[in-house]
């Protein structure tokens, strides 16, 4: 059974930092990993995907990679706003369902 | 989100009282999932359809939880009777490659 772990739970920065955030799986044989924002109140919004054949993605400030073979990817946050805080969750998709790590809450200090 | 309407977003009911939630695409989608989500437990995945089928049911807690995909639109997750322990937020998501959620209904049970 696939299980995804994020440490930390949370992280507070100060603004203007650039911050990665971690996620870690046990079963390699995946097919892509999405990282996702959460803002209280609110659902998912997708930030980036990633193919199981590709190493990294990028967004603007965003950047994701994805290490199948040792179960990792990290999301990484150049020059940290304000409006970055949310909770970020990272989701791996296996046969066809996606399993989610529990999230790291993110806060930027003004 | 892109297009994921889900009602209600907000529902407060008594316990033993059914409970419906509805879910409604709005473009083209190959899955159609519905999530569960609590501070305790985090994201968990409920049951999955693929074109109307449900394909997969393990993660409905139990014979008190069904959910029906009468078409390509429309979704419906039913907890009769519900419990104050089914207090959650219900996210209805949609997608193929990535995965599209909507803004989630906000289930309390007292």
């Known amino acids: 059974k696939q299980e995804v772990t994020q440490i930390p739970a949370a992280l507070s920065v100060p603004e203007g930092e650039n911050l990665v955030l971690n996620c870690s799986f046990t079963d390699s044989a995946i097919y892509n990993l999405q990282w996702f924002r959460q803002d209280p109140g609110k659902g998912l919004t997708s930030l980036l995907l990633i193919q199981s054949s590709q190493r990294e993605q990028t967004s603007g400030r965003l950047n994701a990679s994805l290490d199948k073979s040792s179960g990792r990817s990290t999301l990484y946050i150049a020059a940290s706003q304000p409006g970055d805080s949310a909770t970020y969750l990272c989701a791996v998709k296996g046969n066809e369902k996606l399993t989610f790590g529990t999230g790291t809450r993110l806060t930027i200090i003004p | 989100d892109a297009g994921v309407i889900q009602s209600p977003r907000h529902e407060v009911t008594e316990m033993g009282q059914e409970v419906t939630l509805r879910c409604k695409p709005i473009s083209g989608h190959d899955y159609l999932f519905w999530y569960r989500q609590t501070m305790m437990r985090g994201l968990e995945l409920l049951i999955y359809?693929?074109?109307?089928?449900?394909?997969?049911d393990s993660g409905m807690p139990e014979d008190r939880f069904s959910a029906k995909m009468p078409n390509a639109s429309f979704s419906t997750l039913k907890i009769q009777p519900s419990e104050p322990r089914d207090s959650a937020v219900y996210f209805c998501?949609?997608?193929?490659?990535?995965?599209?959620f909507g803004e989630g209904s906000w289930l309390t049970v007292v």
């Open positions: 359809f693929n074109n109307n089928v449900p394909i997969d």
């Open positions: 998501a949609f997608g193929g490659n990535t995965i599209y």
